[in-house]
């Protein structure tokens, strides 16, 4: 089957250290202060699967591969901006799928264990965005944010440091899940700092309020 992996590798190493650096920056602003532009980077993630989803339709039917990207883009853009709602639920089943897809791949499941760990992602991405959209909101912006990390750091290593930069990508292809534990622990520490900055410091103990001098 196609390794996703390499693929996505292979192209951040050959983006300019900007691009990198670009990603890089993207990923910590989506993990770590994702909660307040929650509208906007679901939107952008709902353009991006739009047209992943319009060039798969045109390469299997032969469309116009630009044409169709661009429609299924805009199409899905369209939506995101007339209901946030059904922005986080597109995103949320699109995302979960296409992780778990991705982690089927990393485990060498057969294609047919594959396609069951699509549906299965995608279904429990729509519920969870149907049934808890405020902490959906928080778990998919860390989830953007994480893999935004990790391919603008493979990026700017090639670009800057190019023997740091192939190391780990050798890494990366030898132990199938090193990319997903490192995924893992990254979404756990944006999401543990996106929700207590969504919910406020914790205080304990009585407020006291101003204290009045005696006269």
């Avoid at 760990?117 to 944010?145: D, E, I, K, N």
Wanted: net charge positive; charged share 5%.
């Amino acid at each position: 089957m196609v390794d996703v992996q390499r693929m996505v590798f292979d192209w951040a190493a050959m983006q300019p250290a900007a691009a990198g650096l670009a990603l890089f920056g993207g990923g910590l602003v989506s993990g770590f202060m994702g909660y307040r532009l929650q509208r906007v980077l679901l939107g952008a993630v709902n353009v991006g699967v739009g047209c992943l989803l319009g060039w798969l339709v045109a390469k299997h039917f032969g469309y116009p591969v630009l044409l169709s990207a661009l429609g299924g883009g805009a199409l899905l853009g369209f939506i995101a901006v007339v209901s946030g709602r059904a922005a986080l639920i597109l995103a949320g089943g699109m995302l979960f799928s296409g992780l778990a897809g991705y982690l089927g791949l990393q485990l060498h499941l057969p294609e047919l264990g594959v396609f069951v760990a699509l549906g299965v992602g995608l279904l429990a991405g729509l519920g969870q965005a149907a049934l808890c959209p405020r902490s959906m909101g928080v778990v998919l912006t860390t989830l953007v944010g994480a893999v935004l990390l990790v391919v603008g750091f493979v990026s700017l290593t090639a670009a800057l440091i190019p023997s740091l930069g192939s190391t780990f990508r050798v890494w990366a292809s030898s132990w199938s899940l090193v990319i997903p534990v490192l995924m893992g622990m990254l979404v756990v520490m944006c999401w543990s700092i996106q929700a207590t900055a969504q919910q406020g410091d914790l205080r304990t103990g009585p407020q006291v309020g101003p204290r009045h001098e005696v006269s």
